[in-house]
Each structure stands twice: as structure tokens, then as C-alpha cells.
């Protein structure tokens, strides 16, 4: 019988000495919104229940105080069952933990931070050879927001963090109603701009998390089989661009496969016929995104008016045909100047310069 108090102690302070190491990578109003929305999951508060500011300043001051401890700490490894784990071997720690109906995530999300959780399995299923894990409450986890993940062939997607991801959407429709996407993806699961919080639209909005966490699978799977394509070239363009405007770039262009791909979100999108997931995929193409794949921005605009879900395939099949060809000059640059400083220079030069400002 697994100790969940113990391990998720253990799985806490490895979130906590991630979130000392790279706190300083979120901007000022980022970091503050992350640690109100962490302060509520610790707390135990739902989304709709007031945070009263006394209690969450001072709490916010306890965690910089714990950050300044920590910041020079090595990550620890993970005790289970009297043996010790590296706290990234994901495989071997959820051998022991799938018999419990747990699942231990851990990888490198933006800026290559450390990013750890522990949550209940909802659900798991195989799709083309990938295990597929959805997950529910969360024992424990960093400032890292990422609703799924993507580990060897393993997908985990985070119902409990696509919940809380909505629950700012929908404070952010109730205060702005002239946003079209995030009007029309709300409204299509009944929930609208006058609605108030309140428990009631708690529990609304965990049932959008729940079929938002179907749609999340297949962004995973498109990253999975592009990737395959790809190869291991990419991993390595990656690490040599870091997070600079080229490296967003290639982030980007990644992404933008994986939505548009034969076995990614738009495909199951379409082929469900999931508006409220169409709607949503509006809601949050931001960044690189949304420069690269501009033709689902008039695709959308002439579904809301037609219903017409080829207009969103014929964008979908653009997208995809474009961020190919994205790939393959990122991959012949990196080929031509890796190890070199003008990298960095050359694809801003070839690729970014008719794309942005």
C-alpha cells in the first residue's frame, strides 16, 4: 500500500526546487497568477471561492522564503516501496504506482524546466501504440501549467490543469464578452458571459475539462508521429536554439504539425465534429502559433458563420503543408550552421523576418 502523504511530500519538494530554480522565467504578472492559482490547489479552495488577499500574500511570502532555501538544491531522488528512484524515471516509478491508480509525470517543459506532478488515473487506454493516461485530482505539482504531456510513448493529459486553464477563460470572458472564439467555445458546453461563479459552474466546467482532455490526447499523438518523422535532429536544433525568438520558432512550428497532422487535434476536431474543442483551439493559439498558422484564423471566422467544417480542413491541410516546409529549412539550417553563432542569425534572416514585426 502506497504512503500518498510520504510520496507526495517527496514529489512536492522537487516541484519546489524546480519552481526556486526558474521562478524568474515568468513575467511579473505570470508569476503572480500562477502562485495565486498554486496557493488555491495547496489551500484546497475551488476556482469559484474568494481568496482573500491577507491569507495569500503571506503565503506567497513563505514560498519566496522556501525558494531562497532551495534554490541551490540538487533534485532528490524518489523513495517507493524502500527503493530509490531517479526522480526522471517516470517508467520505472509508475510500474509500481499504476497498480495503485496513480501516475508520477516528470520531463522538461519551457525554458527546459523541471516540471513534476502526482495525480489520480481516470482513465488509460492504448491508441496506436501509445498509452494514453487522462488524470484527475493532483497530490502535487510545480508552477508548470502544461494540460498533457509526452513521454516515450506515453501521453498523460491533466484534466484537473485544463479545468483550472478554463476557469481563467471563463473570468476572462466574463469580463470581456466581445471575444468571439472564447464566446463560442463556452457557449457551445451552455455556459455564458453572464454567468456568475459559483459551485454549480464548477462542476460545469470540469465536465468541459473532461471532453477538452479527449481533445488534448490527440495534440500529444500528432506531436508523437511528427516527431517520429522529424528525428532525433530536432531534439538537438532544440537544445542549440534555447528560448530565444528563433527557438519559440521551432517550438511553434512543432506544435503547429502535431495540431495539423493526419492523427492530431484539428483531424479529430473535424472528424468529431467538436465545436466547443474548435472554439477552445481558438481560444489558446497564441505565440509562434498564430503567426505560423494564420489560415485558421478566417477558417474559424467562416465556421461561425456556415458551419462548414471543410473550410477548417482545407486551413488544417495548409497549416500542415507549411509547417513541413518549416521544418525541413529549420532542419537544413541546423545541418549547415550547427555549433556556429550565426545559426541563430540565419533563421531569423531566411524564415522570421517575413513573419514578424
Known sequence: MIDIANLSAQVKKNCNISDAKFWGYYSLCGILLRLRELYQIEIGLRPDEKIQQKDVGTWIA????????????????????????????VE?????????????????????KPSFFLADILSRETIDGFHVYITGREYARDLSDNPAMLQDRTIIVRADTIRLLLWQRFEEMRCNKTKEALVFAFSKYGIHPEETPSEDIDKRIQEVALSEAETYKYHELGEAVEGEKIGNAWKLLLTDLSDGRAGLFARGVKDVLADTSEKGMLRYIIGNRKEGSLGFYMVFLGGMRKIIFPEIL???HAFAETGEWSKIDEARDMGYKKAGGYATRLLELFQEKRNTASLTESIEGALLKDLLP
Open 62 to 89: 513563505e514560498r519566496e522564503n522556501l525558494w531562497r532555501e532551495l534554490e541551490d538544491n540538487d533534485y532528490e531522488k524518489i523513495t517507493l516501496n524502500g527503493t530509490l528512484f531517479n526522480p526522471l524515471a
Open 298 to 300: 478566417s477558417a474559424f
Open 92 to 112: 520505472s516509478i509508475n510500474d509500481v504506482l499504476g497498480k495503485e491508480g496513480l501516475i508520477y509525470g516528470a520531463g522538461y517543459g519551457l525554458h527546459m
